[in-house]
T-cell receptor, first 114, second 109 residues
Framework: NAGVTQTPKFQVLKTGQSMTLQCAQD?????MSWYRQDPGMGLRLIHY???????DQGEVPNGYNVSRSTTEDFPLRLLSAAPSQTSVYFC?????????????FGQGTRLTVV | RKEVEQDPGPFNVPEGATVAFNCTYS??????FFWYRQDCRKEPKLLMS???SGNEDGRFTAQLNRASQYISLLIRDSKLSDSATYLC??????????FGDGTTLTVKP
């Protein structure tokens, strides 16, 4: 079972470069989300989606774009990378957040912006 | 003030000890509550959901107090393998999940 797959696992970017972090899930989950985790801190919600075609901003959306054209995929785009975006990024999916359902996380992408 | 606040920790306990973590949340519209476990540099994984009536899973007991907006996790008979960071998570019905900063537990021989 693949679950939630994130790529790449590691990435180094130069300031000003753009890139897309990929996230795919094969569990037919409605809900997908992106988080960033900085050292010693919990996960902060960047963007989330409650279904294909629907996205919304989380706590720290600036500098990031998302789209949800299919149920399976939820890519995160960094428009112009900045050193402040150095972090570990996690994608997650769950069947629903209206029920007590488990969120499944990808293995994370460790991004360094120099 | 953060929406979800946890004990700052770290907690360092001997094997066999009982340890309790606390978490408070500020959004009264919160609908569901969880404890996740995160091992170093790994993704979080669900430890247990938290129900109003309280629930137990082996050595782990979770409690929810909606009136006080407070969640707790009790670990009995700590094992070395319990060493990890424990994250309190609160969901609203609108689909938004908010994580606490986590409490780090180290269980020592």
């Amino acid at each position: 079972n693949a679950g939630v797959t994130q790529t790449p696992k590691f990435q180094v970017l130069k300031t000003g470069q753009s890139m897309t972090l990929q996230c795919a899930q094969d569990m037919n989950h409605e809900y997908m989300s992106w988080y960033r985790q900085d050292p010693g801190m919990g996960l902060r919600l960047i963007h989330y989606s409650v279904g294909a075609g629907i996205t919304d901003q989380g706590e720290v959306p600036n500098g990031y774009n998302v789209s949800r054209s299919t149920t399976e995929d939820f890519p995160l785009r960094l428009l112009s990378a900045a050193p402040s975006q150095t972090s570990v990024y996690f994608c997650a999916s769950s069947y629903s957040t209206r029920l007590n359902t488990e969120a499944f996380f990808g293995q994370g992408t460790r991004l360094t912006v120099v | 003030r953060k929406e979800v606040e946890q004990d700052p920790g770290p907690f360092n306990v001997p094997e066999g000890a009982t340890v309790a973590f606390n978490c408070t949340y500020s959004n009264s519209a919160s609908q569901s509550f969880f404890w996740y476990r995160q091992d170093c540099r790994k993704e979080p994984k669900l430890l247990m959901s938290v129900y109003s009536s309280g629930n137990e899973d082996g050595r782990f007991t979770a409690q929810l107090n909606r009136a006080s907006q407070y969640i707790s996790l009790l670990i009995r008979d700590s094992k070395l393998s319990d060493s990890a960071t424990y994250l309190c998570v609160v969901n609203t019905n609108a689909g938004k999940s908010t994580f606490g900063d986590g409490t780090t537990l180290t269980v020592k021989p």
